[in-house]
């Protein structure tokens, strides 16, 4: 089954209701300019909500290994997923496994070196901004993945929604979707219906490519 990452997590109930609905992962957003960012004492909070068996992705940018680390015992963090173009010492600084990013800009991805790649633990694709970091909350031209095999497992990001998760599945094959926005009633506010819906979609998907 295609797994499933709710991402941009800033309430205790929200947590819960991903974890009930069957994510395998859970993000908590540490970048300083996010609107989603929580707090070290916010992660505590969140983390002990986090269900058996689910893991905690902590999402960074430019902050510093020092800063990971803090985070990292603070929300229980499973691993760290960089939104930059992924530099070799992250890979020896962090305190836990790398999720490595491809910023897909028009019809290019930057792709991390085969050296890099092979050390992270996933390779998610989202969509970029020139000069603007993390994502963009829109989705890309899926056909990019389509027929592409990796050495790591595939995460699919951007702008996935419950009405377009199906098509994404169907077309990359990820191992696993990250939804955030497409999802929330707000920024960092997740829309209960909502989840529950692309919960269902990605089943659907799932049950049609079997």
């Not at 992705?57 to 430019?62: D, K």
């Not at 530099?87 to 305190?95: A, S, Y």
């Not at 999802?183 to 269902?200: C, H, I, L, Q, T």
């Amino acid at each position: 089954m295609t797994q499933v990452k709710i991402c941009g997590l800033t309430r205790a109930e929200d947590v819960e209701r991903a974890c009930a609905l069957g994510a395998s992962y859970v993000g908590l957003n540490f970048v300083s300019a996010s609107p989603r960012r929580v707090t070290l004492e916010r992660a505590r909070e969140l983390a002990a909500a986090v269900g058996p068996g689910v893991a905690r992705v902590g999402i960074l940018l430019e902050e510093t290994p020092e800063f990971a680390a803090l985070a990292a015992v603070a929300g229980s963090l499973d691993l760290l997923q960089i939104h930059r173009p992924l530099r070799e010492d992250d890979l020896d600084r962090m305190p836990r496994p790398v999720i490595a990013v491809a910023r897909v800009v028009g019809a290019m991805a930057q792709v991390p070196a085969p050296t890099m790649l092979t050390r992270c633990r996933a390779l998610l694709f989202d969509t970029a901004v020139p000069g603007r970091p993390g994502g963009t909350g829109e989705r890309f031209d899926w056909s990019l993945l389509e027929g592409k095999s990796w050495p790591v497992p595939l995460f699919l990001a951007g702008g996935l929604t419950p009405e377009n998760v199906g098509e994404g599945i169907r077309r990359a094959r990820p191992a696993a979707v990250d939804v955030a926005s497409g999802v929330e009633s707000a920024p960092g506010v997740k829309d209960e219906a909502k989840m529950k819906r692309f919960f269902e979609a990605v089943r659907e998907a799932d049950a049609a490519l079997s």
